[in-house]
């Protein structure tokens, strides 16, 4: 654009004849030098798809000896960085992050002061792709500076595969760290020699690591400090010392340690006369102690969850504004808590949720119940009664039918009541006493609801039957239901090869969800039938349960116990309705079977 001097010479003349005509050449001017000042992206044409390329690096790629305190990386384009934080690694680590920057086409490292680093080591920086052009966000791929403070760069390598070891997920970001010492406590102390970050596939691989043994120690480094901190974080080791010279993929188990010590996580009181308790671990002797108040026998009612990691805490009649309760463990005090007590008035007219005797059933909207298995009310406090002679009816919807009256004996109902853990999960069941073998509503010991398929059925129970803990009574229950065709359902038949065991082992089928649909104790090879199963996708899952307490038991790092080896079939097992599936299983002591 050709404007030097025929404009300089141009402006004078006007400007003396006119200053509002001068203003406006020079705002049109100043304009178009302006435009032609900009970087413009040109239109059109093949989008950039070229990574930034490195044209000189200060001090060399690969440099030995290295013993500046700065690095100077220059490209041949502009560049940036993104997400920096997350993506930058340096193996060993320093006790300082370097400061990094981008200047126009240059990367410039500058580390810290009160950072030394180690004699005749290889560093390698890993930026990830972090590092990007400005125009298009190409990143360079993994991008590495390496140097070494000897004469020579290592080139002895790592890989390998950590998984969760109850159930193989793998995760991203997990910290995989060497020691060149081999004690116990140096995990809880000191940074790692190397280390490397695992990929979502949970895959791994340290590089430039000086030839000899280490001590490998995964972990969920849930502060960034390159040190495990107890229970509080998830922990993988090798028991023996890994020479890295040896070419082979290792595969290591995560586990988290038991918790050492009991504590109280949450404690929840939004109602009126119920508290629930979390706990970080099962509670096996705990005590709830109130201190300003005594109830009277009968208004307190504890209600622990299965594995005793929980615990609901009833209670009834109090007359104080506040109370104030000591929680114990055994002989050790664990915490006091105070609550501005919620009356009973108030919870009743609560907007939100009014205090009601809520009944929920285990069908799950479908109205329908398996064969095999059994229906159940569930109530949203615990009953303390039941009426007797209540006229609560069963009958089968078809003609000529007989239908008959249920037994609700208020003598039995500490043998029909199950008060479990959780809100909506207070347990009643019923029986019907004139037909055991042929059970609908099972009782406490029973799991058979009925063999008689596509059976159409009607429940009635009328209002204030149940009285719950707070004295409220139930509303009309009445649900129609009916039981599967048994055409509905698939069948396995597994036959099972196992090495003989050093205890026993669990065999377990699993949904989708990975719940547990059935579950087998097993100690030699055996046949195992699987019937009345849902048409769906299913999975086979094995654990060796060394100890025989019926569960998957994690490790201890210091005590040097892995977790328990768990065993997944080798893909998923499809379910069809009227169908009868053969599989044979042959498990060895390899976790890849």
């Not at 995964?218 to 502060?223: P, R």
């Not at 919807?397 to 853990?421: C, G, Q, W, Y």
């Amino acid at each position: 654009m050709k404007t030097d001097k025929h404009i300089v010479n141009f402006l004078p003349y006007y400007s003396s004849k006119n200053a509002v005509l001068t203003s406006a050449v020079f705002l049109v001017l100043s304009f178009l030098l302006s435009s032609c000042a900009q970087v413009v992206t040109p239109g059109g044409g093949k989008k950039d798809t070229t990574p930034p390329k490195v044209v000189k690096y200060s001090p060399d790629s690969a440099q030995v000896n290295f013993n500046t305190k700065s690095v100077l990386i220059t490209f041949d384009e502009f560049i940036q960085l993104k997400d920096l934080t997350n993506q930058l690694i340096v193996s060993p680590p320093l006790n300082n992050t370097p400061d990094i920057t981008v200047k126009n086409k240059t990367l410039s490292v500058v580390f810290d002061k009160k950072d030394t680093l180690k004699p005749n080591t290889t560093y390698c920086i890993s930026f990830g792709n972090a590092v990007q052009d400005m125009t298009e966000n190409n990143p360079v791929d993994n991008f590495k500076y390496i140097f070494s403070t000897g004469n020579l760069i290592d080139s002895c390598s790592l890989k390998g595969k950590v998984e969760n070891g109850f159930n193989h997920t793998t995760e991203k970001g997990l910290m995989v760290m060497l020691y060149a010492r081999f004690t116990d406590s140096i995990v809880f102390k000191s940074l790692p020699d190397y280390f490397a970050k695992t990929k979502d596939d949970g895959s791994f691989q340290i590089n430039n690591i000086k030839e000899g043994k280490y001590k490998l120690v995964v972990l969920k480094d849930a502060n960034a400090n390159y040190k495990y901190d107890g229970d509080a974080e998830s922990i993988g080791f090798i028991d023996a010392p890994v020479d890295v010279t040896e070419k082979k993929s290792l595969l290591i188990d995560l586990f988290q340690e038991p918790a050492k010590k009991l504590h109280l996580k949450k404690a929840t009181y939004d109602t009126y006369g119920r508290i629930v308790f979390v706990f970080n671990k099962s509670a096996d002797s705990l005590e709830i102690n109130p201190i300003n108040f005594t109830f009277k026998k009968g208004d307190v009612l504890l209600d622990y969850s299965k594995n005793k990691d929980s615990l609901t805490y009833w209670f009834r009649n109090i007359d104080k504004d506040i109370l104030k309760l000591q929680l114990k463990n055994g002989s050790k005090v664990i915490d006091t808590l105070e609550y501005k007590i919620i009356t009973k008035e108030e919870a009743l007219k609560s907007k939100k949720r009014p205090l009601k005797l809520y009944v929920v059933n285990n069908l799950n909207g479908s109205q329908s119940v398996d064969l095999n298995s059994e229906l159940c009310l569930q109530f949203s406090q615990p009953i303390d009664s039941i009426a007797k002679s209540a006229g609560a009816e069963l009958k089968e919807n078809t003609p000529n039918a007989k239908h008959f009256e249920l037994s609700l004996d208020d003598n039995e109902i500490h043998k029909r009541v199950k008060i479990a853990s959780l809100v909506y999960d207070s347990t009643m069941v019923i029986a019907d006493p004139a037909n055991p073998e042929n059970v609908l509503i099972p009782g406490h010991y029973k799991t058979v609801i009925t063999s008689k398929e596509n059976a159409k059925y009607q429940l009635f129970i009328p209002p204030a039957t149940f009285t719950d803990f707070f004295g409220l009574k139930n509303d009309t229950i009445k649900m129609d239901f009916k039981t599967q065709e048994e055409k509905f359902y698939g069948t396995v038949k597994l036959k099972l090869s196992i090495p003989a065991p050093k205890g026993q082992y669990i065999v377990q089928l699993l949904d989708d969800k990975e719940s547990v649909v059935r579950y087998s104790f097993v100690k030699a090879d055996e046949e195992i039938y699987y019937e009345f199963l849902h048409p769906q996708q299913y999975k086979l899952k094995i654990i060796y349960d060394e100890n025989e307490n019926g569960k998957w038991d994690t490790g201890n790092y210091l005590q040097k116990i892995q977790p328990e080896k768990v065993i997944y079939y080798d893909g998923s097992i499809n379910i069809r309705s009227n169908w009868d599936l053969d599989l044979e299983w042959k498990v060895t002591e390899d976790k890849k079977d």
